[in-house]
């Protein structure tokens, strides 16, 4: 008798607890998602990230480990407006930079992100927008990207006859430093894919 009471009190108070949450299930399904906060191209994927997106996505496990072990905590994560890349982590450059120490890599214990000297790293490359720049429209003087920049001359220095004039070389790999420093407000340097080329094109 005993043990159908127990049972029997079992299956109520289950079922009270399904009850009591399904509320908050069925809003959480007819939620609508929230849109991205800021446009999908400014985010870029730690150093070492594998290039295929859809591969880098199947093999980061979602561990943390990464923003964990990040020094200037550059790394965020996806939530629910990932979609499938939830908990993947990304670099928002206009938020911090990336500082390529490398820790990131070395923490990652799938091959989500691979371990790869800094300056191999291919996050992408700085995209310099001319028109807006204040040395490129004599507007001021300015260097905060050229001097803030981990890699140096061989990624970003000053035009010839003009040192206040930035300009991006084949070794930039992506930091977003430069992006972080900017004191534009339109932010005229920024983090593109390499095929899209060091200086912003425009149309007359």
Known sequence: MKRRSFLSGLATGTGLLFAAGLPYGVVRLLAPKPVHAEPKGRRLR???????????VD?????????????????EFHGR????????????PERKGCILCGKCMEACPTNALTVTPREKVD????????????????KGVCGACVSVCPLGERAISFRMWNQYRPVV???CVGCGQ?????????????????REGTVTPHRI
């Open 59 to 75: 093999a980061c496990i979602g561990c943390g480990l990464c923003g964990e072990v990040c020094p200037p905590r550059c790394i």
């Open 81 to 92: 407006e990932g979609g499938h890349e939830i908990n993947t982590p990304y670099i928002n």
């Open 123 to 138: 996050m992408g490359v700085a995209q310099i927008d001319r028109a807006a720049c204040y040395p490129w429209v004599d």
């Open 46 to 56: 730690p150093p070492g990230a594998l290039k295929d997106e859809q591969a880098f």
């Open 169 to 171: 070389h084949d070794g």
């Open 178 to 194: 430069c992006v972080e420093v900017c004191p534009h407000p339109s932010l005229p340097i920024r983090i593109v894919d390499r």
